[in-house]
Nanobody
Framework: QVQLEQSGGGLVQPGDSLRLSCTTT??????????MGWYRQAPGKQREFVAD???????NYADSVKGRFTISRDNAKNTVDLQMNSLKPEDTATYFC?????????WGQGTQVTVSS
């Protein structure tokens, strides 16, 4: 088991950038063993995949964020970040950090990102 603490988020204008961070605490496993990811959920919609990064630093992105978002991890600091550039109103959602090990998911508390002019 692991606890995930998220930071970042807020209200920005279209075209702006934001950086989300997620730190693992109270983990029974070494951070590098987790497959880390970010998901988001907009009001009235299902939670959707945004990006993930394996322990070998291989990354995957949803088509909707490819080229704009970058996921990265620092195993020494037990953190995973999501750099979001060129934000669009449709990126507005609650973003959740995910840590997965052997198909068991752990979730952060969620952080709101609102993109509006």
């Amino acid at each position: 088991q692991v606890q995930l603490e998220q930071s970042g988020g807020g209200l920005v204008q279209p075209g702006d950038s934001l950086r989300l961070s997620c730190t693992t605490t109270k983990s029974t496993l070494t951070f590098s063993l987790y497959h880390m990811g970010w998901y988001r959920q907009a009001p009235g919609k299902q939670r959707e995949f945004v990006a993930d990064i394996g322990n070998g630093d291989n990354t995957n992105y949803a088509d909707s964020v490819k080229g704009r978002f970058t996921i990265s991890r620092d195993n020494a600091k037990n953190t995973v970040d999501l750099q979001m550039n060129s934000l669009k109103p449709e990126d507005t959602a609650t973003y959740f950090c995910n840590a997965r090990f052997l198909n068991h998911d752990n979730w952060g508390q969620g952080t709101q990102v609102t993109v509006s002019s």
